[in-house]
């Protein structure tokens, strides 16, 4: 894995290339005019000595004494450590301070010496085959009235110039080295410098791409990083604060959303669900996996459901349906559609509202059967009594047989019509305390509540010869309400009696099973048939009507039982009784039941 280079090794060996090359640059630049500057100033030290020569020699060269002008050349030229030539303008050679001019060539044709004769100060730069080296010459004519008597030619070995040079460039290296070094330092220092606070900032944006937007960046200097650091500091701190803002609206949106109990779901325009909430999941019976990312083709198995959804977003139109779930046996739901728009107005998605409209079926369907039942069973003793009454308007009351039968039989329908009131007000009454929460519940004894129940069927009991047994221990204990309670069991009881052939018994049990209850009520009678045994705790329902209303009955105390248990939290359930007759069991919980809500 390649490893990551650091800003700071990124452009510091560029930076310090750069630095180096300029020195160089600058180096060799500053050694071409040193070398320029040395010759120019050696040309000129030549030209002088060469001037002060033709000076010193200039009786001797015009009186032709050659041999004091070769003295003069060897005394100086060794004295001043440079070369010394005296020639006439022929050419020739009278004076030479490193060679005898006698057999020196003829210097007519030497560069340096034609400029000379040019009324020019000659200089050039060449090899010596006299020295066998390499020399700079400067020659300088020497006049008289215009007239050039002879020329003077001062030259040095280059090497000397090489020398000299190489400690000059020597020198030069020194000092740039020395400076290299020291800028690479400085630069370093520098580099070093700048990358701190860049380290910072990293550092910085690294927190707040992890979403550490509590995290601040503090560099001091710079002034011009403290403002930038400064800035983005404010730039976290708003970010977080709209994050925040954010994040507190998608809780609110997501807290809304899981407490409606309407199932919600927000479709896009490609027909993919991109939000749906707990109860549409439910409604739905889908998982959370099964949702994302994905159609309503591949979701949504009810065709009548996704032929609303895609009439809505193809149509771009509001919509309202009522449908059921077939896969779900027993939902029928209300939908309701709606479009979302962009600024242009097209159709980018739409809102799908499921309205689970079941309890409202089922009780719209109670209430139809209710009415039904009601005015089914007030009907016949409201037809007796009229019966009755247009009889005895057409004379009968002037019997008095049939005046007294006729008016036992008013009775008899009145005092029906007085139960099933009674009746029905009682049920109302238990139902309304229920969902109010204005049942009073205290610890009872449960043998206390049997007695007492029992008690009051006493005597019917008794015009059947039927005995009433009672299995209970006598430390068991339940928070109920007595009364309720007690009045349910009478109900059981006052049944068990009026079903059960006399001289029969029926027996009461109350025990203790895990964290529950069960009371118990076995009679002897005719029993219940399986099919009937779901409906039985119904309103008005009975198995056998006719003997049901020959005994008395409102066919509403077996339902005024279930919504007295049901106000205690506990079920009721019939089975047959082995060989006949059948077991009512109560089953109450021990728990506390002061916060217990009431569901029918």
């Known amino acids: 894995?390649?490893?990551?280079?650091s800003l700071l090794w990124h452009y510091y060996p560029y930076l310090l290339l750069i630095i180096v090359c300029s020195l160089v640059i600058l180096a060799l630049y500053t050694s071409s005019l040193l070398k320029k500057s040395y010759l120019d100033s050696t040309t000129q030290n030549l030209y002088a000595r060469s001037q002060l020569m033709g000076k010193l020699i200039f009786n001797q060269v015009t009186t032709e004494d050659f041999k004091a002008v070769q003295a003069l050349c060897d005394s100086l030229g060794h004295e001043l450590s440079y070369r010394i030539t005296v020639i006439l303008p022929s050419g020739e050679v009278v004076g030479d301070s490193e060679e005898d001019p006698n057999g020196m060539d003829n210097h007519h044709d030497r560069l340096e010496i034609k400029n000379a004769l040019n009324n020019e100060i000659g200089v050039s730069t060449r090899y010596?085959?006299?020295?066998?080296?390499?020399?700079?010459?400067?020659a300088v004519p020497i006049k008289n009235q215009d007239q050039i008597v002879f020329i003077v030619r001062s030259s040095l070995p280059i090497t000397f110039l090489s020398?000299?040079?190489?400690?000059?460039?020597?020198?030069?290296?020194?000092?740039?080295?020395?400076?290299?070094?020291?800028?690479?330092?400085?630069?370093?220092?520098?580099?070093?410098?700048?990358?701190?606070?860049?380290?910072?900032?990293?550092?910085?944006v690294l927190h707040f791409g992890n979403g550490d937007l509590?995290?601040?960046?503090?560099?001091?200097?710079?002034?011009?990083?403290?403002?930038?650091s400064t800035a983005m500091n404010k730039m976290a701190a708003q970010l977080n604060e709209e994050l925040h803002k954010i994040t507190n609206q998608k809780k609110e949106l997501e807290s809304i959303l899981s407490s409606m109990i309407e199932g919600l779901l927000v479709i896009d325009k490609d027909e993919k669900i991109t939000r749906l909430n707990q109860a549409a999941r439910d409604?739905?019976?889908?998982?959370a996996e099964e949702t994302h990312q994905r159609t309503i083709q591949e979701v949504i198995r009810n065709t009548e459901l996704l032929q609303f959804i895609q009439t809505i977003l193809s149509k771009g139109k509001k919509g309202e349906k009522e449908l059921s779930l077939h896969e779900k046996e027993g939902i029928d739901l209300r939908v309701y559609g709606t479009i979302f728009e962009d600024e242009d107005h097209r159709t980018i998605g739409a809102l799908i509202v499921l309205n689970d409209i079941t309890r409202l079926k089922q009780l719209e369907k109670i209430r139809r059967e209710f009415v039904d039942n009601v005015s089914h069973e007030l009907k016949t003793p409201i037809t007796a009594i009229k019966g009755s009454l247009e009889t005895l308007k057409e004379g009968a009351?002037?019997?008095?047989?049939?005046?007294?039968?006729?008016?036992?039989?008013?009775?008899?329908?009145?005092?029906?019509?007085?139960?099933?009131?009674?009746?029905?007000?009682?049920?109302?009454?238990i139902e309304q305390e229920a969902e109010g929460n204005q049942i009073t519940f205290s610890n009872t004894t449960i043998v206390n509540v049997l007695e007492e129940a029992i008690s009051v069927c006493q005597n019917k009991a008794a015009s059947k010869n039927i005995q009433i047994e009672m299995e209970c221990d006598e430390d068991i204990q339940a928070k109920i309400n007595p009364f309720l309670l007690g009045e349910a069991l009478i109900n059981l009881i006052d049944n068990a009696i009026k079903y059960s052939e006399e001289e029969s018994h029926v027996q009461m049990k109350a025990y203790k099973e895990n964290s529950e209850v069960i009371i118990q009520v076995v009679d002897s009678g005719c029993g219940i048939p399986e099919e009937h045994q779901s409906r039985i705790f119904e309103r008005f329902y009975r198995v056998d009507k006719g003997r049901s209303r020959d005994l008395g009955g409102t066919g509403l105390g077996l339902a005024i039982v279930k919504h007295i248990v049901q106000a205690h939290h506990g079920t009721i359930r019939v089975k047959d009784n082995?060989?006949?007759?059948?077991?009512?069991?109560?089953?109450?919980?021990?728990?506390?039941?002061?916060?217990?809500?009431?569901?029918?």
């Open 1 to 5: 894995m390649k490893s990551r280079r």
């Open 128 to 138: 010596s085959y006299t020295l066998n080296e390499k020399m700079l010459y400067v």
């Open 163 to 204: 020398n000299t040079l190489t400690a000059i460039y020597r020198r030069i290296t020194l000092i740039g080295s020395f400076i290299v070094l020291g800028t690479a330092v400085m630069t370093w220092l520098f580099s070093r410098q700048i990358k701190k606070p860049i380290e910072e900032l990293e550092k910085g």
């Open 214 to 228: 509590d995290y601040r960046i503090y560099i001091p200097k710079p002034e011009e990083f403290n403002i930038l």
């Open 283 to 287: 409604i739905l019976n889908l998982k």
């Open 397 to 429: 009351v002037n019997k008095k047989r049939d005046a007294d039968h006729f008016l036992d039989m008013m009775i008899k329908h009145t005092d029906r019509l007085n139960a099933i009131v009674e009746d029905l007000l009682n049920l109302s009454r």
């Open 578 to 600: 082995t060989p006949k007759g059948s077991i009512f069991t109560i089953r109450l919980p021990l728990k506390d039941l002061d916060n217990v809500e009431y569901t029918l």
